[in-house]
């Protein structure tokens, strides 16, 4: 219980990887805002911690919806202690034919809603001296063709975490990020399903097999909590060791 009497908003909090990272946090002692735009697993969740978890409509691509969010933590809790920016969307397609509204909506969510994220919740994190953890992908710094879009984002969110640790340092808040692999949650677990895809991932991954939700969650855990005091600025590859440059 290394999280008892903390809270924490998970965007994207309500199925997939962020489920797992939710239900980490909630298995830590943590109160956590599981906010997305639509409810999806959030009575599963809910059975695990019953009032310590809460759902709460939010678009990370809008501001003002994701102010919303933080002040409803702050105020259902009584404080925040960490922000995980998990919401996330991938869109498909070369960058020749890829059409710019998806871009923009891989871009909008994944980047943009990150850094709503991080500024809406600064207020409130610098009065408990909490932390960030963003969620970036392996994708981050590998090249994979048709997914242009997603890999700049995460590329994105790689360097708005150092940046962001450097400047909110003064504050006391922590900014870190987790860049997963091949997970059996949420999209990886769409890719786990295609033969052909896991044909080619499962060549380069020394672990021999897809992590889990709760491996991240661990993961997030670490970076949350008094073991992770340390770490700053960093972002931790959880990837069972995927050897592709
Ligand atoms: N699964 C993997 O193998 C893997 C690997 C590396 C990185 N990741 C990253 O992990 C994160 C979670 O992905 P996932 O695999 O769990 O995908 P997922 O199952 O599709 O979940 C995405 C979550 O984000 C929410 N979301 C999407 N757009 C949103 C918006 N505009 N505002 C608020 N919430 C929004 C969705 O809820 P609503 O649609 O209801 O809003 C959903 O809860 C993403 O950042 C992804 O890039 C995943």
Known sequence: MRLRGRAAVVTGGTSGLGRSIAEALLRE?????????SERDMARIAELAGDRAVFHCTDVRDPGSVDALMRFAQQHFGRLDLCVANAGVTRDGPVHTLD???WEEVIGTNLTGTFH???AATPYLRQTGGSVVAISSALSTRVSEGAAAYSVSKAGIDMLTRACAAELAAFGIRVNAVAPGFISEGM??????????????????????????AEVGRAVVFLASPEGAYVNGHVLEVNGGLRWA
């Open 117 to 119: 994220c991080v500024q």
């Open 29 to 37: 002692g943590a109160g956590v805002v599981c906010a997305a735009r």
């Open 188 to 213: 990886g677990s769409r890719l786990a399903d295609n033969d052909l895809v896991w044909g080619e991932y499962h060549k380069r991954l020394l672990s021999g097999r897809p992590g889990t939700g």
């Open 100 to 102: 710019p509204k998806e």
